[in-house]
């Protein structure tokens, strides 16, 4: 055999040797918990922008490297303000919880093992919350979303059952984008950034061109009617950890 054959043909086995010693690849993803903070900003009728605390915390399953299913909890305060007409500022206390589909981008055009991962999310699930607006001079209460005379309600409109309620539910929409890397195999930093729309123009206890005060015990955000009130938003922008239950591949 010829030196350059004998070349070769030691070369073609030592590659075969070094692919037999190489681990075989993994499609397993873990799941993982994801805890965040960050200023969150009220967008409705109160339209001087305020920043206010929000926490959130999210679990993720992983339906393959690509694509996942997340549960978003999410709880803090959302303020806002306006002089000019309804010379109020809100403050609303709230708690959400969601259900998304995750898709990481990065991962659908690059190999695994990256450390990095650029996931969008959307879903929807209910925000619940409590919401009061007072004179900005004053601090006098002028209008709010629940009290002894709230009522549930179907479209926004006719009231149903028992007066009292504390919270008001409504529909929510999170739409979001999550940057994270790898500090170890299950540990990871993240930022993320996420924008919801909300079936309600009640988050800043303020009704489109509405600024009647509190009346007669009345709560004044009553006749909040789907379809023709603006619909009031919520945007968050937090840092955070990604924690694996699992060796992240």
């Known amino acids: 055999m010829s030196q350059p054959n004998s070349l070769l043909l030691g070369l073609l086995v030592l590659a075969l040797a070094a692919h037999g010693q190489r681990p075989e690849r993994t499609t397993d993803q873990p799941a993982s918990l994801l805890l965040r903070t960050g200023p969150a900003l009220l967008y409705g009728d109160l ?3 305020r920043t206010s605390p929000s926490l959130g915390l999210g679990l993720n399953v992983p339906l393959n490297r ?3 299913m997340e549960l978003l909890l999410d709880a803090g305060l959302l303020r806002a303000s306006q002089r000019d007409f309804y010379q109020s500022g809100s403050e609303a206390r709230f708690g959400q919880s969601a259900l998304a589909v995750s898709a990481d ?3 659908l055009f ?4 990256e450390p990095t991962a650029l996931t969008v999310y959307g879903g929807a699930g209910l925000i619940y919350f409590n919401a009061r607006a007072s004179h900005l001079t004053t601090g006098a209460l002028q209008r709010l979303t629940n009290n002894a005379n709230s009522y549930r309600t179907r479209d926004g409109i006719r009231t149903r059952g028992r007066p009292g309620r504390r919270n008001t539910h409504e529909l ?3 739409l979001g984008i999550r940057l994270s890397t ?3 195999s299950r540990l990871a930093v993240m930022g993320d950034l ?3 729309f909300v079936r309600t123009d009640k988050l800043d206890a303020t009704l489109d061109g509405n600024n009647q005060t509190l009346e007669a015990g009345k709560a004044q955000t009553e006749g909040n009617h789907y379809g023709r009130n603006s619909q009031d938003r919520w945007a968050a922008l937090s840092v955070g950890f990604v924690y694996y239950f699992g060796n992240k591949p």
Request: hydrophobic share 45%; no cysteine.
């Open 105 to 107: 981008l990065l991962a």
């Open 172 to 174: 929510v929409l999170p």
């Open 47 to 49: 339209n001087e922008l």
């Open 182 to 184: 790898l500090l170890s």
């Open 194 to 196: 996420r924008y919801q």
């Open 66 to 68: 690509w694509f996942g």
């Open 110 to 113: 690059s190999r695994e093992g």
